[in-house]
């Protein structure tokens, strides 16, 4: 079965610090690859995506994310955490499908990111 | 440019009862999704729309469930009739039409069946 994995629940990180946020998946292909981010109380927001080219990918924020194909990962990393990314993270993959099938999303758990000042 | 949207924010219903939620995508955009959060688990998702025809629907719970999306503009989500277990959060995401573009989602509908 196809899947997404988020393996922390939580993440705790001081101000300043850098940060990383882990993604795993298992899924066929070569998956399109996305981080989106929920604050409390709104929807998702989407952060940064991989679909093709440089594993690193740069994104809304100042987050970036790399792409490692042979460990199926997609990370997500900032260099300097600010309080004001505490918030919700998801992963999502997409299948890579050709003939005009879904580009439905699977999602992670989440991880919740506390940035302590 | 507005984003996608979702009515109501929350809604509180009995077991039994009918709830119907609205999702109104961004201008333009032929595709429209319907996912759903259960409480501290993953998002999974529902259907999937292309303008008015329903491409994927295999993520519908059961019949008790159903999706319209007339004039390939806003959409509706029907559950009729509510179970406890159909309490989560309701999330609508738009798209335009290649399977690269990034889908958008709206705030969610917050929906406890009681």
């Known amino acids: 079965a196809q899947s997404v994995a988020q393996p922390e629940d939580q993440v705790n990180v001081a101000e300043g610090n850098p940060l990383t946020v882990k993604c795993t998946y298992s899924v066929s292909g070569n998956p399109y690859l996305f981080w989106y981010v929920q604050y409390p109380n709104r929807g998702l927001q989407f952060l940064l995506k991989?679909?093709?080219?440089?594993?690193l990918v740069k994104g809304s924020y100042g987050f970036e994310a790399e792409f490692n194909k042979s460990q199926t990962s997609f990370h997500l990393k900032k260099p300097s955490a600010l309080v004001s990314d505490s918030a919700l993270y998801f992963c999502?993959?997409?299948?890579?499908?050709?003939?005009?099938?879904?580009?439905?999303?699977?999602f992670g758990t989440g991880t919740l990111l506390a940035v302590q000042p | 440019e507005a984003g996608v949207t979702q009515f109501p924010s929350h809604s509180v219903i009995e077991k039994g009862q009918t709830v119907t939620l609205r999702c109104d995508p961004i201008?333009?955009?032929?595709?429209l999704y319907w996912y759903r959060r259960v409480m501290g688990k993953e998002i999974k998702f529902l259907l999937h729309f292309v303008k008015e025809s329903k491409q994927d629907e295999s993520g519908m719970p059961n019949n008790r469930f159903l999706a319209e999306r007339t004039g390939g503009t806003y959409s509706t989500l029907k559950v009729q009739p509510a179970e406890l277990e159909d309490s989560g959060v309701y999330f609508c995401?738009?798209?335009?039409?290649?399977?690269?573009?990034?889908?958008?989602f709206g705030p969610g509908t917050r929906l406890t069946v009681l």
């Open positions: 995401a738009s798209s335009q039409g290649l399977p690269t573009d990034t889908q958008y």
């Open positions: 999502a993959v997409s299948p890579r499908r050709y003939g005009g099938a879904t580009n439905k999303l699977i």
């Open positions: 991989y679909i093709t080219g440089d594993n």
């Open positions: 201008s333009g955009h032929d595709n």
